[in-house]
């Protein structure tokens, strides 16, 4: 097995460029950083390209089918790699995996309108998964799903689920040809508190910007819009936290 020192490794540099839109579109590849979400990715099937990592997790024995795509790395190409403060030591060349929307629509779906921060988004990830919804559409302006702090807040979810890039407006079309309820979420004069809707095997939420909502074209093309009554003093509830309350409620 290969032992790699330095950072200046050229295959290290190349894997540290990984975790760069650009240079994952160019290649088909990204980096994917920690065990957990490595041990996920490896339960899901996929194949990495390369594996490095510190000797601590050479044993692992869902590693040995790829012992000849690991390298071992010191601890310093570890820290150079990491995108966090304490990087865990383990990294996994992936390649990029983007799911489809199938020809006929059904189920439940949850779609993002321009939802910014990586830490939302990859929690309205782990949200869906955890409420049982399994397709989710990032649309135009949503945080990109391979930037390194998306995938750690997804926490490996994003193996459970099918993510899907596509804009918006013509899907909600689509969905509404198949006869599947969409909801928006804003407060207006037209909403109605989320409870006044019963759960359901097929519908589709959609969640909007962080500070803006969602966008004026999709709010007028739901069927219904739905609010969360705030019973204390808070102006608002974070995007992850209001979306977690009406999925559940929702797939109840």
């Given amino acids: 097995m290969e032992y790699i020192a330095s950072a200046k490794n050229e295959h290290i540099k190349n894997a540290k460029k990984l975790t760069v839109k650009k240079y994952q579109k160019e290649t088909g590849f990204y980096l994917l950083e920690g065990w957990h979400l490595v041990q996920e990715a490896l339960a899901a099937g996929q194949t990495p390209r390369r594996i490095y990592a510190t000797k601590k997790f050479l044993d692992k024995i869902e590693l040995r089918p790829f012992y000849e795509q690991t390298s071992e790395i010191s601890e310093a190409v570890a820290k150079h790699l990491g995108e966090t403060e304490t990087p865990q030591g383990i990294f996994a060349v992936m390649p990029l995996v983007l799911g489809s929307l199938p020809k006929t629509l059904s189920g439940q779906f949850l779609l993002l309108d321009q939802i910014q921060d990586p ?134």
């Fill in 119 to 252: 830490g939302n988004v990859g929690t309205l990830v782990r949200t869906a998964d955890a409420a049982g919804v399994k397709t989710i559409v990032f649309g135009a302006g949503t945080a990109d799903p391979y930037n390194p702090k998306v995938l750690r807040a997804m926490q490996g979810s994003q193996f459970h689920v099918n993510i899907v890039s596509a804009p918006l407006p013509p899907l909600v079309a689509q969905l509404q040809t198949a006869k599947i309820p969409v909801y928006g979420t804003e407060l207006n004069v037209n909403a109605k508190p989320y409870l006044a809707v019963e759960s359901a095997s097929q519908f589709a939420l959609i969640v909007g910007n962080e500070g803006n909502g969602m966008s004026q074209e999709l709010l007028a093309a739901t069927d219904t819009n739905l609010y969360i009554p705030i019973k204390g003093q808070a102006e608002s509830l974070n995007v992850a936290i209001a979306a977690a309350v009406v999925l559940f409620h929702l797939t109840a």
